[in-house]
Structure formats: C-alpha cells, structure tokens
C-alpha cells in the first residue's frame, strides 16, 4: 500500500538534533514516491493543539512520527480519533515503542515501511487524568526522574542526564505513603505499564502485550539504599517480578490518591498530581 497524503510530526531537538538527519532521509523518500506530505515541528508549546488544528483541515492517510516516545505522546494527545494509522520512526533518546513494534529492524527498512508494507497491528492506549499515552505510566522514583531531568539543564547528554538523576533519586528519594485502588501503601515507585519496556529500555513489565486491554502492574515498596541498587539491574533486565519488595499484578484500572503533588510520567512525560486515575481509552493502528 501506498500511502498518499503524510503527515509528518518531527522533533528537531531528539537526541540532540541528530534526529534531523532521519527526517531528511525520509522526506528524501517521500518525495521520491511522490507523496504529499506537511510537516509539523514539535516546539514544546501547544504541539497537541497544532496537531489537531492541521488533522481536521486535511484528510492525511498516515502519520509519521519522527522523534521519541514523548513526540509520540504529544501526537496521540493531538489526535481527533483514532483511524489514521501511525508510522513510527524512532529518532529520540529511548526508543522504547519502536524497539518493541520492529524487532530490531533497520531504520533504513522502517523509513520505507510506509511503501513495502501491508500489515498494520493494534495497539492499545490509555488515559490518565485525561491525558492519553500509549507505553507507560509511572509514578514515585522515575517519576521524580522524569520531572528532574526535563526542569533542568545538564552539559552533558541526555542519557548520560538521565543516569545521574537515577543514581540521585536512589540515594535520596523519599517513598510517599499513598493509596491505591483503596489500599493505603508506603512505595518506591508505581509501575502501570502497556508495553514491556520503558525508561530507554527498562524492562519494567516484562510479560506485558501492547494489545490486551490490560496493563501490567508493578509497585515496589519502600526499600532501603543497597535493596534499590540490587533492584535496578533486576528490573533493567526484567528479573524482578517474583522479589519480596515487588507486587505484581493485571490491571485495567487504576485509581492512586496522595496527599501531596505526587511526581509521575506518561511515557516519560512529566506530571504531578495528587490524584490520578487511569483507564483503557481506545486502540490505535499501527504500521509495522
């Protein structure tokens, strides 16, 4: 199939505008088939609400996503619904849904899917709060993560920001006590997980399936220094799910009450609320 009419939504500033070189290749390629297409590049600002406003005054066939799993949250926040397929062209820093969909596939192969391939899958996306994502949602230690590492400005890259701010939240973050589907808990972290993997390749929830209507579950207890540093190559390599400070289970609601702002992310976007209630929204077609 063919597609005729892209829209490409592009994240000049992914890994530190290495991304640019990908969007070049593959506007080379759709121009080479004779495509048309417009391109929407990603500010920080109203992105979703540009997505929107250019979705419903033009009938686009696809969308082509070039960037990280945030430029893909931006853009099925931006979404009127949900039959325009997605074409996903990993760009950013983690990658986490596109190492899921392709399997190792070379980003020379995933810049022409959208000419050499026929099959679509499903994947499912959720709501938080309103707020729709598509791989993970966390809360407690990586969502302190994730506030930290975009509030601030580093020299440095930002995989290598991002590892100082885990080794940082290790040795000094706080566990809330909060509550969980009714249950009052203390915790280190809160997992609620679609795909396998999240974080720039975490293996959160490694049973997880991106099409069951069901999340995968993770919440830690509050534990000590050394248990978190024994726990994090455990969870890097998904070898956690059967550990004493792990609970684990299947889901398809979530409802998490605190007393205070808790730090969280969607898809490594950051929020922070006191309240978050999350649910199955709807599936998306994806090209693969």
Not at 30 to 53: C, F
Not at 126 to 142: E, R, T
Not at 155 to 168: A, R
């Amino acid at each position: 199939m063919k597609y005729k009419n892209v829209l490409i939504v592009f994240n000049p500033a992914s890994q530190g505008g290495k991304s640019i070189d990908v969007f070049n290749n593959y506007l080379t390629i759709i121009k080479e088939e004779g495509s048309r297409y417009k391109v929407i590049e990603t500010s920080g600002k109203n992105d979703a609400k540009t997505i929107q406003k250019n979705i419903s005054s033009n009938s686009f066939d696809l969308i082509s996503i070039i960037g990280g799993d945030g430029t893909i949250n931006i853009t099925i926040n931006g979404l009127l619904n949900f039959d325009t397929p997605l074409h996903i062209i990993p760009a950013g820093t983690g990658n986490d849904l596109a190492r899921m969909l392709y399997s190792g596939l070379k980003i020379k192969a995933i810049l022409r899917l959208p000419f050499e391939s026929k099959k679509i899958t499903a994947v499912d996306i959720w709501s938080c709060n309103q707020i729709k994502f598509i791989n993970g949602f966390g809360a407690g230690f990586d969502g302190a993560i994730a506030k930290k590492t975009r509030s601030k400005t580093f020299l440095f890259s930002s995989k290598t920001k991002y590892w100082v701010e885990i080794l940082k939240q290790i040795l000094f973050f706080r566990s809330p006590k909060i509550e969980v589907n009714g249950q009052k808990t203390a915790i280190f972290m809160i997992a609620a997980a679609n795909g396998k993997d999240y974080g720039g390749g975490f293996q959160v929830a490694p049973l997880a399936k991106l099409n069951d209507k069901q999340l995968e579950f993770i919440q830690c207890k509050n534990i000590n220094t050394p248990l978190r540093l024994f726990y994090l190559p455990l969870v890097k390599a998904g070898k956690h799910l059967n550990k004493k400070a792990i609970n684990y289970k299947r889901v398809n609601e979530l409802k998490i009450k605190s007393n205070y702002p808790l730090p969280a992310h969607l898809d490594g976007e950051p929020l922070c609320e006191k309240n978050y209630h999350i649910k199955y929204e709807n599936k998306i077609r994806v090209l693969v």
